[in-house]
């Protein structure tokens, strides 16, 4: 029998953008039948657009949980491989794995000797960070910075001391309807000759991609930003 595969399977970024998701990763994907997701009704939608080789009802979704008890999805994935049948690993949007949950799943596919097989497609953090115009030798991402005016400010200057004294890329998203208090914030902190980067709804139609100095930003007739999933991006350098 054959041995049974992980397959860490990128999804769309944004709207309307399957054509992000190369052919040979949607033909992996039509010849599965057992999936771990984020959100079961996403990854159907997803799949469904693909037209799998097997109807949705005789497939198996296991949503990942937040919690730190036993997962269902744990539970579909030992079952799944023991039975020698591949499975799928989804994310809600870009690549499993990355800025999203999943990697217990795959911490578990090694320790059960199953191979992990990532699959190529959209990862936002790559994307904005290509399009920056900033350091790609050395980055960081850092997931969510804190929500209030006052938190996020002081985080913005930790991030500006870690960009000048390592000379590293340092980026964050946020929730679509705080992209603009972040920019707003922002430009308030950071130095004039600081690089600040924005970019929303990558892939999209609605895509946005902006990196300039924060005394430009100022400068500038003033900016609103769209109430689109966002990458936010720091670097000064030495």
Known sequence: MQKPVLYLIPCPISENAGHTIPPYVQDIVRNLDVFIVERAKTARHFIKS???????????????SDNRQPMEAEQAFMEAIK????????????????ADPG????????REGVRVAPLVGPSSILLALMASGMSGQQFAFHGYLSPKRPELARDLRRLENLTRHQDQTQLFIETPYRSQMVLEVALDTLQGDTLFGVAQDLTGAA?????LPVSTWKNMERQSLEKLPAVFMIYRGR
Do not use: N, T, Y
């Open 207 to 211: 895509e946005f991609i902006r990196s």
């Open 103 to 110: 990697a217990a799943v795959v911490a578990l596919a090694h």
């Open 83 to 98: 039975a020698g049948r591949d499975v799928g690993l989804l994310s809600e949007a870009g690549c499993p794995g990355v």
């Open 50 to 64: 693909l037209r799998p080789e097997k109807p949705l009802q005789e497939m198996v979704f296991a949503e990942l």
